[in-house]
């Protein structure tokens, strides 16, 4: 594969911002990678069913209003709002009803009524509903009181969607409100965009596959499921490259193969400067963007650039490093890669916190917390078991970061903190 040019921001790692003791701050080292992605290219046609989760990558118009006609918002009896009583009581006579899907046939005149369903068509000369438990039946009469307002609980045609209108616009990701909508239209197919495909792989010698024997000093590869489930959850399709030794040439093929066949290429471990680390000595041969030391916990160096064409994010091999690393700053691109025009909103909810977490300033942390609802409507958190960064179990028990900023110090029970909640993150 041929050196890509290298781009703007390329210089010698070295001397890289995020180097040596000025650490790139997390928001920076975010805009920096989210200002080399670009959507993909393609789209497909599918089935509404079928997109759930996908792209719009045209934008949905309507042929037709909704709703197609007025109709009634309650169910009770329509009649025209100027036959109201200004005061006292009006009895007017019922000649038909209007079901939904199923219209009063003829017109209403005045001084008359019709009992009418919710969802059901007004007929002519009807403008206006009034609830039923507000009518009194004397036989076939309706009575009705003064106090209600003309064109009341009517819903007009076209009031939730106009013929010709752009029903949802280009870049919508589609989520389970929006393909009711589309079905609102009578529309059945969509265009979407290609799901981009990502590739990952391990590095490390001490990894071995699950069925595999372990020798001594060898643990199972669990980052590549983590990231796996990571990447499946954002809609990519995963190429799942395995397992890659730190040998120069292993992971120079690795590399290949990866940028032949992926947009994206996430690998976990082999960016230390340790001396089996080759993923940034590789990465450097394609034209590197940027090698940082980014002032997060847990995360330690994070290598990002571009191989050929597809992006190139290099974690941390510490398995919480990983996943932290992975919302933090992979997120973010890869959703903007999918070409989700959806502003990426990361919740923050304060919550008191009960435990003790130790925290030196300098880094932004992540660390992993139970969060739960108070009594009183508040939210309390407490910190989830160890928190090294390579117990996984952290994750698996906390439901929430708690994230405590830059400069912040050891935090004391009775404190206020934010919290990243893990639903909607992951
Ligand atoms: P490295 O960044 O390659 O130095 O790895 C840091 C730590 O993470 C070491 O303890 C590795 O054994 C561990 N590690 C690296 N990759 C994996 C993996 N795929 N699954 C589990 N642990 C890993
Ligand atoms: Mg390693």
Known sequence: MKKTTPLPADVDPCDQPGHGHAALRLDEARARILAEVRPVEGSETLDLRAALGRVLSAPVRSAV?????????????????TDLPDDGEKAFPVIGTSWAGRPFEGAVRAG?????????????GVDTIVMQEHVRRDGDMAVIASGHRPGQHRRLAGEDIRAGDVALAAGTLLMPAHLGLIASIGTGRVEVRRRPRVAIFSTGDELRGIGEELGEGQIYDSNRYSLHGMATRLGLEVLDLGVVRDTREATQAAFEEAAARADAIVTSGGV??????YVVETLQQYGQVGFWKVAMKPGKPIAFGRVGRALFFGLPGNPVSVMATFYQLVQPALRKLTGSAEADLPILLKATCQSKLKKKPGRLEFQRGILERAADGGYLVRSASHQGAGVLRSMTEANCFIVLPLEQETVHPGAEVEVQPFAGLV
Not at 65 to 81: E, I, R, W
């Open 112 to 124: 008359e009524c019709i009992r009418i369903m919710t969802g059901a068509t007004l007929p002519e």
């Open 272 to 277: 230390s400067v340790g001396e089996a680390d």
């Open 65 to 81: 209003n909704v709703p197609a006609h007025d109709n009634s918002a309650m169910d009770g009896y329509a009649l025209a709002g």
